[in-house]
């Protein structure tokens, strides 16, 4: 490996200039050179990279609606099947991994830039590689902000809100110089949560308490429901539902005794590609809800008041937008008389 490092260091440039034996034509942009600091860090850059991978569904897709396909030449970490407008675009790019691609799968397409969503893939322990190994390669890394927010004064990890997933798109499209494509999409995203917002409080749905179940390591076992701190308190909240789980965390695992005493009035449960346990299939979260003992007397698998919900939209990601407004839609049409 020391030799394939040797060799990578001196064909890949921090200024992302030359790649391999080509010489990449870069046009003058405005805010060059650019520093950013992201998660304790700061990104350096003298020009837009051109040549990406990413490691996470969320920064490919949100390169791909910044119009940065052609840019990205390898993703990994697919958590569900990519966005339908994105479909053609993302056959023709070199999925590396389903899951996590390795240090050397990734530098060995000598990249310029590293995209992460999850600083446990890169970062100080990351499981690719960390910020130190991709620099001292001439490879500059990034980790969505969403990753990077901080801790409040009781030590208590800060809640998820749109300022972050804002923050990402204002960096990724400083990087790429592609600005204004950046502030067109935040203005898109504002205008789409006020107006989900009013939609929720024409309907009353502020008189609602709800539990969002993501998936378990097995379907007996405690499920992993949303704390206080993820997207899913993030849409319960800006939609003035309560949450039944009042616990610090993204994915608290909460028995189902706990939840029924609670007795939510909706249950939003996670859909996904992904197989890694069993209860990542939501027909097997329904068939649960359904059977089990304790579960099946509860007020909203009675009444089927059960919401599916794409997973991706359950993270800080484009589809969280998507995400609310489809609570807002499924809940509208639902039986919540007599709750």
């Not at 909706?266 to 329904?286: E, N, P, S």
């Not at 089927?304 to 484009?318: C, E, K, Q, S, Y």
Request: net charge negative.
């Amino acid at each position: 490996m020391s030799f394939l490092f040797g060799k990578l260091s001196r064909f890949i440039t921090i200024t992302g200039v030359l790649v391999g034996a080509v010489t990449l034509n870069y046009s003058q942009a405005s805010n060059f050179p650019l520093e950013i600091e992201n998660c304790g860090k700061t990104v350096q850059m003298s020009a837009p990279p051109e040549r990406v991978i990413t490691v996470g569904q969320a920064s490919t897709e949100l390169l791909y609606r910044l119009g940065l396909h052609e840019r990205v030449i390898g993703t990994s970490n697919w958590f569900t099947d990519v966005a339908d407008q994105y479909e053609e675009v993302n056959a023709k790019i070199e999925r590396l991994a389903d899951n996590f691609p390795s240090f050397e799968s990734v530098v060995s397409k000598r990249p310029n830039l590293v995209t992460a969503d999850f600083l446990f893939a890169v970062g100080p322990q990351g499981v690719v590689g960390n910020p130190e190994q991709f620099q001292s390669l001439g490879i500059a890394s990034y980790v969505l902000d969403s990753e990077c927010v901080g801790s409040n004064s009781d030590g208590s990890p800060t809640a998820f809100r749109l300022d972050s997933l804002f923050q990402s798109i204002r960096n990724l499209s400083s990087m790429f110089d592609v600005q204004a494509q950046g502030d067109e999409l935040i203005r898109e995203i504002q205008g789409r949560e006020a107006a989900a917002i009013a939609d929720a409080q024409q309907r009353n749905l502020n008189t609602l308490s709800a539990v969002f179940w993501f998936s378990s390591a097995d379907i007996q076992m405690d499920p992993w429901v949303a704390g206080t701190t993820g997207v899913p308190a993030w849409m319960m909240s800006t939609l003035g539902i309560k949450n039944i789980i009042d616990a610090p965390e993204e994915w608290p695992s909460v028995g189902w005794e706990s939840i029924a005493r609670a007795n939510p009035d909706v249950i939003v449960i996670a859909d996904m590609t992904r197989r890694r346990f069993d209860a990542d299939d939501y027909q097997k979260k329904l068939e649960f809800l359904r059977s089990d003992p304790v579960t099946r007397q509860m007020s909203a698998v009675v009444n089927n008041r059960i919401v599916v919900m794409d997973a991706h939209a359950m993270r800080a990601t484009l589809r969280s937008i998507e995400g609310l407004e489809h609570l807002v839609e499924a809940l509208s049409p639902m039986d919540l008389a007599g709750k």
